[in-house]
């Protein structure tokens, strides 16, 4: 049996209430969240396509770990369910599995369309995630959509609209930004650059026709899993036998679940490799697990994926990155506090910057809140000692939206690679607001690196 802490119990998004003082107690975080519903609604055309079916998936996966006070769906869910990612036959019992409640919206509830047509406008939050080609975002429920290209969605502009529809209705609810749910805001997967506005067609972007075939995961919490999902989503084929390598050493505890996509309560102290290992065989991949601590001292074997997916939250195992023997790295590092954990970072490895001089100056240790109301009360009352208050006040922020925007830009560097595109050896930015993203273009040339790859099905000739 094993015995989970406060620090291990705490759901990561509710601690973001303790730390900024808007709390004065752990209860009362908790009580925030399960006061957040939202409504989720899909049309009939939208309900059977299955780029549709994924991005709506994902928001309800993504929605019920935010907003505990339920996640309701609303559309003709009777339709058989075309995205492998999720259990069940029909969408209907794929929606129910997520933890979707079916039914019809609640007035003056946050209100988030799957797609679909604009709609007469609303005096309460109403947006729709809109995406097509590499390019994926959130526009006002009465507002036009992106412009439509010829070569139809990529399969991760659907995760990224829901990543960031769901990141929109937080910070309504949160009342962190006043212009939630008024504005457009998307990024393009294959084009970050600040001149290219993401809802209009980029004549460059090109049909997505090659897909890894080996990959080498570090880290299978928070970001890991959002990586998988997001592997999940694209269109292998039937008889592609990707093979992924899954690096972790912790287990899944109850705050898993508010961060990780593929966790729930069920898991409580399963390893993670194996948790994940089950999902991306029932998926089709093929596994292999290893469960030691990753730094320099855990070589690549040439036989072994040359490409790495990091989402390590440490220091030590990221100094490690170009030291292994990999070919190519995208790791991605989130905020941790309650006033950063909406940004991100990306870097790609090896670069003009060796990853020991990019973390040379990383503290180890975090900056706590522990002067906070809600950990002074903690310590008053004597519900817990010191050292269990510090401990409790060192986790991290986080929410599961970030990790699956980061997840759809790590696994679109990868793309790129495999398609010719640019790649960055940095992307720097923050969920507040999307207009500052900064993508700095890796100047190393991986053009004669040929990691392998399998056809896309349904590529066209």
Known sequence: MITFTPADEMHRLAKRAMDNG?????????????????????????????HHQAALLTAVELGRR???????????????????????????????AAGGTLGAATAGIPHISIGGLAKQKSDGFSIRAVFDG??????????????????????????????????EAFLHLSGDSPFAGKRTAGLNLWNLSRSTDWMSCDASTPELSYLPSRLWLIGLGHLGQAYLWGLGLLPYSADAKVELLLQDVDVITPSTESTSILSDRTMLGEKKTRVT?????????????????????????????????????????????????????????LGRGHQDFRSLLIHTLPGEMSANTLWKDEDEGSQTAVDAAAYRKMLDEGSLDR?????????????????????????????????????????????????????????RDFSAFNPGFFTAEGRRS
């Open 277 to 333: 290992a089950k999902w991306a065989e029932r998926r089709g991949f093929a596994t292999a697990i290893t469960e030691r601590l990753f730094d320099e001292t855990c070589p690549r074997h040439h036989n072994e994926p040359s490409i790495a997916l990091c989402g390590l939250d440490n220091a030590v195992g990221r100094r490690a990155l170009d030291q292994v023997g990999f070919d190519f790295v995208v790791e991605a590092g």
């Open 66 to 96: 935010v907003f505990l006070g339920g996640v309701t769906v609303e559309g003709d869910l009777d339709v058989p369910l075309n995205v492998p990612v999720s259990p069940g036959q029909t969408l209907r019992h794929a929606v129910a």
């Open 22 to 50: 808007t709390v004065a107690s752990r209860q009362e975080a908790e009580a925030l969240l399960r006061g957040y519903r939202i409504a989720l609604s899909i049309g009939p055309d939208e309900a059977i396509d299955r």
């Open 387 to 443: 050292c269990g208050v510090t401990l409790l006040a060192g986790k991290a922020v986080g929410a599961p939206f970030v990790g699956a925007v980061a997840a759809t830009l790590v696994l679109a560097e990868v793309l790129r690679l495999l398609h010719g595109g640019a790649l960055h050896r940095m992307v720097d930015m923050n969920l507040v607001d999307l207009a500052y993203v900064r993508a700095v273009p890796q100047l």
């Open 134 to 167: 590499w390019r994926g975002g959130i526009v006002p429920g009465h507002a036009e959509g992106p412009d439509r290209g010829e070569i139809g969605p990529m399969a991760l502009a659907p995760m990224l609209a829901a990543a960031l529809a769901i990141n």
